[in-house]
């Protein structure tokens, strides 16, 4: 069965991660849980540390798993980010049981510690995904189905994202890449674009989104709207998706 997740980029402008959860909460929608966006935190610890353990008593109180969306580079020139560690003890205090991060260096993949971020990961019991991004390094066809490959040769336990409206913004076939990336797949980030490719309501857009979610276990709504248009929004995933 389809579990539908909510990206707190859904939310309206005016208000916090924190508010907006609030808000999910009580129009009590049919969903599995909520990704967090890092970016939409404190920068400060101390605030963002009081934040994320604020939002995880609500994801308690409604039974949700949280999901964290950090927009930063794992891989580093010949390196894993040193702020990997961070993102797993903020992950942590969200009771949180996944985390997409950006890749990076896809060549260092090869070339860092595998075995460290291996057991990192193992040792907390979490997910790890990449996902194909906005940027030449990180979002063509060519980039994430190569930084796939080094994954796999790794044999680091890093799973995979499928964001459908990046490849429109980046020119490339959400059908093609679907296509050739389906088996990697682990999170469908769902979003459709205009033909000035922003982000639109499912049904408003340039591509038949519909394609892309059957038999996938894991959706997340990952576009801004209005709170009344999210209801029909999320029914919509759910006729389409089962």
């Not at 109180?61 to 702020?83: C, D, G, H």
């Not at 896809?106 to 019991?125: M, N, P, Y």
């Amino acid at each position: 069965m389809t579990k539908i997740f909510i990206n707190t980029i859904v939310k309206e402008e005016h208000l916090s991660q924190r508010e907006f959860i609030q808000q999910l909460s009580e129009l009590q929608l049919p969903i599995a849980g909520v990704e967090i966006r890092r970016e939409l935190l404190s920068d400060t610890v101390e605030e963002r540390e009081k934040e994320l353990l604020a939002i995880a008593e609500l994801a308690k109180r409604n039974n949700w798993t949280m999901m964290y969306s950090v927009p930063e580079s794992l891989f580093l020139k010949e390196q894993i980010n040193p702020a990997f560690a961070t993102w797993l003890e903020e992950l942590h205090l969200l009771h949180g049981v996944s985390m997409k991060v950006n890749t990076g260096d896809v060549a260092s993949i090869l070339s860092s510690d595998s075995r460290q971020l291996r057991e990192l990961i193992e040792k907390t019991g979490i997910k790890v995904t990449i996902e194909n991004d906005q940027t030449i390094e990180n979002g063509t066809f060519a980039a994430t189905k190569q930084a796939l490959e080094n994954i796999n040769k790794s044999g680091l336990p890093i799973g995979y994202t499928f964001d459908v409206g990046n490849w429109l913004v980046m020119k490339e076939s959400p059908e093609k890449a679907y296509q050739e990336l389906q088996q990697a797949i682990d999170v469908i980030h769902l979003k459709n674009m205009n033909e000035k490719q922003q982000p639109v309501l499912l049904d408003e857009g340039t591509v038949e989104w519909t394609q892309f979610i059957k038999n996938q276990e894991i959706i997340v709504l990952e576009y801004p709207m209005k709170s009344s248009e999210l209801p029909k929004q999320i029914n919509r995933v759910i006729e389409e998706g089962n």
